[in-house]
């Protein structure tokens, strides 16, 4: 994982990440992030053409892979 991913980009006031900023932060492709979108691991709103990811669902992700 990036260094200073959480405190990049957790903490924003809207709430939301693009899927290339994920995808960049976590060190995966942004196919990886549509296939977790798709499979619902991570909650999203579709705006036209793209995807704005919860942060609270990432934050969630991160939690499960740390235990």
Not at 44 to 56: D, F, M, P, Q
Request: glycine share 4%.
């Amino acid at each position: 994982m990036k260094k200073g991913f959480i405190r990049e980009h957790l903490n924003r006031k809207n709430g939301f990440i693009s899927v290339k900023e994920l995808a960049n932060s976590l060190l995966v492709s942004k196919k990886t992030i549509y296939r977790m979108i798709k499979n619902e691991k991570i909650a999203s709103i579709k705006l036209g053409a793209y995807y704005a990811i919860k942060i609270s669902s990432v934050k969630n992700i991160i939690q499960e892979v740390e235990i």
